[in-house]
């Protein structure tokens, strides 16, 4: 069934909506030497025109050795902005590490599948996330929406 919004021409027929699954990852500094999942690490996304939401949650067995700063990884569609602003999410995390105790925020890295977890204080500051803020056992769960060009 085809939707038409403003008229009846195919330039005014809605047929962008798509909704899936995506396979969540997790990076420090780029790698991912011994780090693992429990049996929880989940992700969905629905896509409405250019406009994408993505959830995702996981919980680690083991954060490996990497260190350095964190990327969600795995996005199912790049992100793309035009001028200085960011599309941002919200997190919730379980389990810190000792580096944990300021709030997250998910900022959607520019034109890529990955997102930066900033961390904001009541400072006015904030700096990317790094494998310290993350245990072993760490539960991280988040959503945000962004553009796609796709």
Not at 10 to 30: I, K, L, P
Not at 74 to 83: C, M, Q
């Amino acid at each position: 069934m085809a939707v038409f919004v403003g008229g009846t021409g195919s330039a005014n027929q809605f047929d962008d909506y798509e909704e899936g699954s995506w396979t969540v990852g997790v990076a420090f500094g780029g790698g991912t030497t011994g780090l693992t999942f429990t049996g929880y690490r989940a992700a969905t996304y629905v896509k409405v025109g250019r406009l994408v939401t993505a959830k995702f949650g996981f919980q680690l067995s083991s954060k490996g050795s990497s260190t350095g700063t964190i990327r969600i990884t795995g996005l199912p569609f790049s992100g793309t902005h035009a001028g200085y602003y960011h599309d941002a999410g919200a997190t919730i995390m379980i389990n810190g590490g000792t580096d944990s105790s300021s709030g997250h925020a998910l900022i959607f890295n520019t034109d890529s599948d990955k997102l930066a977890v900033r961390q904001g204080g009541f400072s006015n500051s904030n700096v990317d996330a790094s494998n310290t803020a993350f245990n072993n056992n760490t539960g991280f769960f988040g959503t945000i929406t962004y553009n796609t060009a796709a």
